[in-house]
């Protein structure tokens, strides 16, 4: 009888750990949650009636374990070691060229892997279960975290494959995924505790907790990029001795290429451009020599080995003083605090000036001028504020104000209920909306006026010579002859070019009026439905919703915009100026094909564009944009800040993406 028990034990032990392997490390889980959960009540109901059978690796044991009492010391058998740095492709020839001396040879072999920005801990199975985990400490001594490292749950506790060595140390970094973090960021301030700084603290700071039932709450990573002590031999390089550790069932480090020289430099260049978007931050390139053998006559000086260094990317994040907060007026009157910084060089170019979204942010960070701040520039995307280092604030710093009036034009600043955006009230009267708006309505997808470009409408704003877009069509050529870098000819070009652009099309003539959320595709679902300027104008809001892609805040855009009798009487000036949208061209490309069918959801944060804008395309791709996340939600792109749509999108299974994905999907 109680063999048949053990049986049962064992059979389930083994079938719960190929689930957590399908499902932690292969990411491809084969049995749904509650199945697994019938599996593991079955065996930790056996597991009380027969403690007698109960392993120390048993899947039931990676949590309940007694919180650890203080960190003991555990000293390495061999040393952990750090790294070398190389930064650019000159050291990186350096460091073959030094390889190449001390081995005779040039090394044929090389491998790299992303250097992952966690911290670093080694893993000791003995006969195949894991018996400790220790942090890298000063590399020769580290503390120990068994208890907490059990809780990770890509780390199997018992080795896969049978012939798994009597002795097997596993090194890799211990990370916190992007999305993760941000998880738990969201679910400490909802909890009213601290956030932490980085995904690498956040981790770091995970595995030291005390309690291991904290720790299995932080949804930390693991991935294998070496051993220590082996009492086998796993093979003669280091891309084998990673393939025999991926079949123990041990996570190892994505995107290991072995190649030469000039692969490997290429490797380099393609792993930068992913770097935004892997789910994890990497902070540079691991550059090994293949070969154990030549491993071993290379190496090492004090406490990095000469077989290996770390080509670093250029720092996404540096620190500097913040000198004032700007703020700017968008076209639509946004009002948006810019951060005016000691110029400093961060993300491989110097950054003087960074954005803080919007006055919440500003408020949540405690931005004040003279403080030092910790700039993020990631990519190509606007760099950001991320953190306010105010433990170096020595004297008292002035608040930031919220503005009460427009910086350009002095209106009066609103703030619509639910919307963390101030406006400008000033409409067209405001030089900063003007400017806006004028670029807006010049552009290549409205009236695409080529010739008049940005720092020409600048001056005209400037010098007052045009304050509507209606302006523009009264220009002569003798008003301009004698601006800044204008001849003759390039005054009658000017002229050609705005006199080209009156024969236009309604739906272009729509998008240039730049009515808040009418972007190019609303324009062109509204030309064809009205099929005339008049029958929009006189539509009321039932006839408006009626229109595809139109809901309840685009209707009440347009419908106030036509409300306005300043906006009818640009319309009126622009008739009597000969401008004439009659023309039949549709000119706008029916691309609603690839998203049609689809919703997305935004939330958190974004960079590089507004949400207006990010809706406006998405819209034009034919997808719909919804304000939540339900069943029906295709994808959510999710940006730093997100919260509760975030965890319920993972809940429903719902595929998320981040900005940089986003704008690859959207061709942007
Ligand atoms: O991903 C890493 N942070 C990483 C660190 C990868 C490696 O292959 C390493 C390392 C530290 C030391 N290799 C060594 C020898």
Redesign the pocket.
Known sequence: MTTDNLERIQALSESIRQHDYHYHVLDAPVIGDSQYDILLSELKTLEVAYPEYLFEDSPTQRVGRKPDTGFAEVIHRLPM???DNVFGVEEFNQFINRVSDRIGVSPQELTS????D?L?LSIRYEKGVLVEAATRGDGKAGENVTSNVRTIRSIPLRLQGGDCPDVLEVRG?VVLKKLDFERLNSRLAEAGEKNFVNPRNAAAGSLRQLDPSIVASRPLSFYA??VGKVSNNLGRSHSEVMGKIQDFGIPI?PGLVVGDRKRIEQAYVELLAERDSLPYEIDGM?I?VNRLDLQEKLGFVARA?RF?TAWKFPAQEASTCLLDVDWQVGRTGAITPVARLEPVFVGGVTVSNATLHNFDEVQRLDARPGDRVMIRRAGDVIPQVVRVMTEFRTKALPLVLMPRACPVCESVLKRAKGEAVLRCTGGLVCNAQRLEHLKHFVSRKAMDIDGVGEKLLEVLVAKEIVRTPADLFRLERDQLIGLERMAEKSAENVIGAIDRAKQTTLYRFLYALGIREVGEATAHSLAKHFGSLGGLMEADEAMLLAVDDVGPIVSSHILSFFASEKNCRVIDEFRVLGVDWSQTDSGFPDARIELSGETWVLTGALESLTRDEVSERLRSLGAKVAGSVSAKTTVLVAGPGAGSKLIKAQALGIKIIDEAQMLKVLNL
């Open positions: 070691l750090s790294l892997e992303p250097k992952l966690g670093a970094e990029y070496g480090n691991v090994k080995p290996a």
